[in-house]
């Protein structure tokens, strides 16, 4: 088996085992090349990872946000849109045997969702998404709100339209979701 290393002829004619200074050279610099385009590589896949995973957590925000609206309105009797960035659902009311009766509306039943600031307080810029009760119970549903828009379509059909846009160092992500919501369907 051949050796891997050069023989080389010293001046008093003695030959030496090693690497000639241009062998260690072009070793060094094709190492240098492999180093770059390994570096390269892994910075590119760590933010393809990081847009991939800003993108999933944004849509996944605004999805569970319109479902929650979604799941309150298939139950409304009557909703209304004070303001366009605010949905109030009126649910059925009980009768004595604790059944709902469809076709009466219980107006100090209620669920609202609005878009606010961080302390719930309604603002057609506010960043949050909250669900609010008559109970007085309120919570932030959905963060980084850029757009929620709810408009009646018929007397029981809402369109509701969230933007949710998410930013991470250099990265961003926006997701729109948009439902044309139908309730009470068996009246």
Request: glycine content about 4%.
């Amino acid at each position: 088996m051949k050796s891997m290393h050069s023989f080389v002829r010293t001046s008093r004619g003695v030959s030496r085992r090693g690497y000639t200074l241009v062998e260690a050279l072009v070793a060094a610099g094709l190492l240098a090349i492999v180093a770059a385009a390994s570096t390269s590589m892994l910075v590119m896949i760590a933010r393809m990872t990081e847009s991939t995973r800003l993108r999933s957590t944004t849509g996944e925000s605004a999805a569970l946000a319109m479902n929650w609206m979604i799941q309150d309105l298939q139950e409304a009797a009557s909703a209304s849109v004070p303001l366009s960035y605010q949905l109030r659902i009126f649910y059925p009311s009980l009768d004595a045997a604790d059944y709902y009766d469809r076709f009466v509306v219980d107006t100090s039943s209620w669920v609202e969702f609005v878009r606010a600031d961080a302390a719930g307080v309604p603002s057609s810029s506010g960043g949050y998404l909250f669900r609010k009760t008559n109970s007085g119970s309120s919570r932030r549903i959905c963060s980084d709100v850029s757009s929620f828009t709810a408009a009646l379509v018929t007397a029981n059909a809402v369109r509701l339209t969230l933007q949710v846009r998410r930013t991470h160092g250099s990265q961003s992500s926006t997701v729109t979701v948009s439902q044309h919501v139908v309730f009470l369907t068996n009246r």
